[in-house]
């Protein structure tokens, strides 16, 4: 859970929580359900923490806001009562203000304060709001929704494959429905237990438990010699859990907080588990996975980038990393389209791409906050 952010268009700065309890320190600004912010005042722009104490007896999240626009400089969120936090930011000339969002309780802006001169200073987010991002999250509920339609049908084939016999063929298939169920990275809490189900790793009880089904079980059994008729039932019931939740999706709904979140955390998985051929059971083709991952999240940029553009001044350089992470993990591709596995990387290629991948994820990060859905 984040717990304090601090918001700007070129890059959002994490800061640590500090929380304490006892009485407020010198100069704190105190927040609660009856005052926001009281009287406090800044002599000049330029680099400010603002020590903010929340004396209410609720959670509450606290922004520091344009307060004419309700554009955001700065939050706290998750804000216990009983504890003072750092508010870090560098304060331009213009106006501000403290909004309180205390649980179960109205919003309230706090007096207006005008900082002289006319310095430049951390510029502030506007924020995105529930109606902005609901048509986003449809339109990503019907990709969803394509996606495990094309899905339900290569595993359809791929169990075809494993039951006649024609494991290089079922290599071959469960190469491509794997691929395409790894594009839908952003629907994967939705999914709930099918997510488990269909693409889980063997877990503490192992690569033989009776338990473990789904993608990996297979991919475990075709690499390592299982015979036919030991796979046939895995196939199966692979087949049978994709159409569940096919049959279950128009049900189910991804958050609007979701489509935003996942851009950063689709590759920061890839980067754990894939990159390291940590859930690699066999096929070495972590690479290509990582690669269906970039496709998913550009398409959750794709439809963030309206509301991206006049936030994120970052954005292209976002692409443009991504772009070089493809273009490394392509070259890693063999003419006869199996891919080298993550162990058997040159330690200079490893490094470049784990490289991208990193700086692609720290340029992700901000996205999360900026299109947070806030009520206003």
């Keep these: 859970m984040r717990a304090l952010r601090l918001l700007v268009i070129a890059a959002i700065a994490a800061a640590a929580l500090a929380a304490c309890g006892g009485a407020a320190a010198p100069g704190a600004i105190s927040v609660s359900t009856a005052s926001c912010g009281g009287d406090w005042h800044l002599a000049r722009p330029g680099w400010h923490t603002f020590q903010v104490r929340n004396d209410s007896t609720g959670g509450a999240e606290i922004d520091l806001v344009n307060p004419a626009s309700n554009a955001i400089y700065a939050e706290i969120a998750n804000f216990g009562p009983g504890t003072t936090a750092p508010m870090r930011l560098n304060v331009g000339s213009g106006a501000y203000a403290f909004r309180c969002l205390f649980d179960d309780q109205d919003p309230m802006t706090g007096r207006t304060v005008t900082v002289p001169g006319h310095a430049k200073g951390t510029p502030a987010v506007e ?74 790793p063997a877990g503490r009880s192992g690569v033989h438990s009776s ?21 046939i039932p895995v196939a199966a019931t692979l087949t049978k859990d994709v159409l569940a939740l096919r049959k279950a999706w128009p049900g189910m709904q991804v958050a609007q907080l979701d489509v935003g979140l996942r851009t950063h955390e689709i590759l920061e998985n890839a980067l754990q588990f894939q990159l390291t051929g940590a859930d690699d059971y066999g096929s070495g083709t972590t690479l290509a996975t990582t690669e269906a991952n ?80 806030r009520n206003i």
Excluded: M
Aim: charged residues 20%; aromatic residues 10%; glycine residues 6%.
């Design 127 to 200: 924020p995105v709001t529930y109606n902005q991002l609901t048509p986003l999250a449809i339109r990503y509920q019907a990709y969803t929704a394509a996606g495990l339609d094309t899905l339900a049908t290569q595993a359809a084939a791929l169990q075809a494959a494993v039951a006649q016999g024609h494991l290089a063929a079922a290599k071959r298939a469960w190469l491509t429905a794997h691929l395409t169920y790894e594009r839908l990275g952003a629907a994967y809490d939705a999914f709930g237990d099918f997510d488990g189900e269909i693409n889980s």
């Design 294 to 373: 970039i496709t998913g999240t550009r398409e959750l940029l794709t439809l963030l980038h309206p509301l991206l553009v006049p936030r994120y001044a970052a954005l292209p350089d976002t692409e443009r990393w991504l772009d070089r992470l493809q273009s490394l993990l392509e070259k890693q591709q063999r003419t006869d389209g199996s891919w080298v596995p993550v162990a058997s990387l040159p330690p200079d290629a490893r490094e470049q791409i784990n490289a991208a991948c990193s700086q692609a994820l720290q340029l992700l990060a901000p996205i999360a906050d900026i299109t947070e859905p």
């Design 211 to 231: 338990q473990w089904t789904g993608f990996y079980r297979l991919e475990y059994g075709l690499w390592h010699g299982q015979p036919a008729r030991e796979l």
